[in-house]
Structures are given as structure tokens and as C-alpha cells.
């Protein structure tokens, strides 16, 4: 026992970060709150990609703050690495802190220093001695492909550049955990894809943890392992990114992801519509199908079954860790119990239906 190293020993299998019920209300003149965070939990395992997605607004940037007690919580708990961050004390939390890299989405580089500079910085605040310092600088712009950079100012560099940068002087600490608040979201759609890679491949090199926050659904699929669904300060769903890929629960989520895939039904397509037939009525669904079931065999199939007809309006096949899944908007007409009977059917085979109007 008396050989115990300093410092957190996070047990085996406990979670790198576990928040637990976090509130943070912001109070506004007129006494309105903005509930930022309404009630948050939520388990990072160490060494997954762990997303965060949700609109503008939703509370992600204040919860991935409560991560590096940036931002404290009104209640709630924070453990990170197996430890109480609300209960150090502020050397303590300084100390801590440099095992939490962050990365912004707008680089916040010091115009006035080099990259070399920029990358030294938190290691100068740190009090690093200088000739380790240099070396942890070189490490970390090896590590993100700008050794070449050293000397250039952030002017000369470009968007992707400047976000390699910013990841380095996040790994100069060593950090076991980065923080990633919309890393990609001012970066064109070539260098997102760059950065995410260079993300996974750190992530894989380094054993980090990572939790990333975005508001796009395609940087949640081509990166993270897990993903949690924000809205108004809560967690409207979370789970494995195929799963809520494939088995959405939320119409939120939904809408993320029809928006991921660009489905949409062309203009003027529902007007032209046949009308139902007496005594019949006519449903627009939107269906989300996954894995490799052909869904053209389980609309046939649910005609023959239910004496209804359906007809696809228009569809599109994307791919998530290797299974293709998509979405297909679908005009359905029939009697409405059979109706009602063909959607209980779609559901018990793990087709997720929702009414096209509430879905697109
Ligand atoms: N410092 C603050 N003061 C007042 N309101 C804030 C503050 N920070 C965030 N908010 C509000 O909290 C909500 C969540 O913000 P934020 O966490 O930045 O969301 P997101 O990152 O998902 O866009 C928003 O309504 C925002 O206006
Ligand atoms: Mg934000």
C-alpha cells in the first residue's frame, strides 16, 4: 500500500468521465433562467470517441465546459479519471486540468507567436523547464504533421493548419482526455475529414479519451464510437452510433439524421399524389431502414399481408460502419386499421416510421 503512486488511480473499467446529474441555469434580467443544463448524466469509457450532437443552443459547449470545471455547475458531479473535480481545490483543479486538452472551433491561437510558441504556451503556464519544454513542442507538431510549421505565424497558415495547431498545443500536457467543442465546424468539408482522421488516428496512438461536440450528424457518424443527442440542456437519447443511427427514438434525432443522409422528398411530389380511395386514407410515412434486409422485399410483402398499397415516393441508401441504411418516403393507402396494422408490422422488424410531415 505504501508504494501507491501520487495522483488519481482510476480503477479498471470505471469511466474516464461520469457527470451526473449537472444543472447550470443562466439568470437573465427579468428573472427568466435559460436552463443550459437541465439534469445531464452521462459515462465516457476511457479510450472511446464519445459525440455530442445537437442544435445551436442546445448546451453542448456549456456541458463539455463543466468537463474542465471552465464552467461550474449549479449541482450535480463531475468525476473525471475516477476523481471529484468539485471537490479540489483550485491547485488541485489547475494540476487536473492538464490532463483535459481542449480544442475550439476557432483555434484561438496568440497571432503574436509562432506555432512553436503557441504549442509552448500551456507547458510555460505549466512551468515545464525549457529544455523539456522544446522537446514536448517537437513531439506534439510531429504527432499532428507540422514539424515544418515550427517558425510560421498562425497568418500563414491554413484553416486546417491552424486546427493542428490547436490540437498540439492541446497534447503538449500529455493530456489522457481531449475536449473537442466544434473542432471542425469552421473547417470546409476536405478538412474536416483531415482533422477527424487525425483525431482517431491520436485517439488510437495516444489511448486518449475524447469527447467531441458538433452540430453535424456526419461528423458523429465518420468519428465517434457512442453519441448522445442534446436538446434544450438535455440527453434525448445516447447509445452506440450505429444504433442510434438505425434505431432512432427521438424525432429530433430523426431529423438529424434525414438531414445527414439529404433525404428529402422533391417539390410538388405530394400535391401529385393520388388521392385515397372511399372509405380508404392515404398516410405519407418515412421509413428508416438498416442492415442488409432488402426493404423492397418487406414493402411487397406487407401489400400481399395487408391488402394495402405502397407506393415509394423517393429513397436514399447511405452506409454506417459498413451496413447500408437509409430512409424512404412512402404513400400508403388502405383501410386505416390495416394501415395502423402494416406500421405495427414495419416496427416489430425494426424499421423505425414515422409520419412524413413530422420527419421532414
Ligand atoms: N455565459 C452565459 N450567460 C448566459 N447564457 C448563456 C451563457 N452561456 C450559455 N448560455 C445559454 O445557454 C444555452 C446553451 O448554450 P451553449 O451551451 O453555448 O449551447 P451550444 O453549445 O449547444 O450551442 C443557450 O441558450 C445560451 O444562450
Ligand atoms: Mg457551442
Redesign the pocket.
Known amino acids: 500500500m505504501s508504494t501507491m503512486p501520487p495522483g488519481p488511480a482510476p480503477a479498471p473499467n470505471q469511466p474516464a468521465i461520469s457527470l451526473r446529474e449537472l444543472k447550470r441555469y ?1 439568470q ?1 434580467r427579468g428573472g427568466i433562467a ?1 436552463r ?1 443544463l437541465d439534469g445531464v448524466s452521462l459515462d465516457i469509457a476511457a479510450g472511446e470517441i464519445f459525440g455530442i450532437v ?10 463539455i465546459r463543466c468537463v474542465n470545471l471552465l464552467e461550474r455547475p449549479q449541482s450535480g458531479e463531475v468525476r473525471v479519471l475516477g476523481e471529484d473535480l468539485l471537490a479540489l481545490s483550485d491547485g488541485a483543479l489547475r494540476e487536473r486540468r492538464r490532463s483535459i486538452g481542449m480544442v475550439f472551433q476557432h483555434f484561438n491561437l496568440l497571432s503574436s507567436r509562432t506555432v512553436a510558441g503557441n504549442v509552448a504556451f500551456p507547458l510555460e503556464i505549466a512551468g515545464v523547464p525549457k529544455a523539456e519544454r522544446a522537446s514536448r513542442v517537437t513531439e506534439a507538431l510531429s504527432l499532428v504533421g507540422l514539424t515544418e510549421k515550427a517558425d510560421a505565424y498562425p497568418a500563414q497558415l491554413s484553416g486546417g493548419q491552424k486546427q493542428r495547431v490547436g490540437i498540439a498545443r492541446a497534447l503538449a500536457p500529455r493530456p489522457r482526455i481531449l475536449l473537442c ?1 466544434e473542432a471542425t465546424s469552421a473547417l470546409d468539408p476536405e478538412t474536416t475529414h483531415d482533422i477527424l482522421r487525425l483525431i482517431r488516428r491520436l485517439r488510437d496512438k495516444l489511448d486518449l479519451t475524447v469527447l467531441l ?1 458538433t452540430h453535424e450528424m456526419a461528423v458523429v457518424k465518420e468519428i465517434c464510437d457512442r453519441v448522445a443527442v ?1 436538446e434544450a ?1 438535455r440527453v434525448l437519447e445516447e447509445g452506440p452510433v450505429f444504433d442510434v443511427f438505425t434505431r432512432p427514438h427521438h424525432p429530433t434525432t430523426r431529423s438529424f439524421i434525414a438531414g445527414t443522409i439529404g433525404h428529402s422528398v422533391p417539390p410538388g411530389t405530394v400535391a401529385r399524389l393520388p388521392a385515397a380511395r372511399p372509405g380508404e386514407e392515404r398516410q405519407l410515412l418515412q421509413v428508416l431502414f438498416a442492415g442488409p434486409n432488402s426493404t423492397r422485399a418487406v414493402i411487397s410483402e406487407a401489400s400481399r399481408r395487408f391488402g394495402i398499397d405502397l407506393d415509394i415516393i423517393s429513397g436514399r441508401i447511405d452506409e454506417i460502419a459498413g451496413e447500408p441504411f437509409g430512409l424512404m418516403a412512402l404513400a400508403a393507402y388502405g383501410p386505416p386499421d390495416k394501415l395502423q396494422e402494416a406500421v405495427l408490422w414495419f416496427q416489430e422488424l425494426g424499421l423505425t416510421v414515422t409520419p412524413l410531415a413530422e420527419a421532414i
Open positions: 443562466f437573465h435559460t443550459a445537437g442544435r445551436s443552443g442546445a448546451g453542448k459547449s456549456t456541458l467543442d461536440i442534446m440542456g
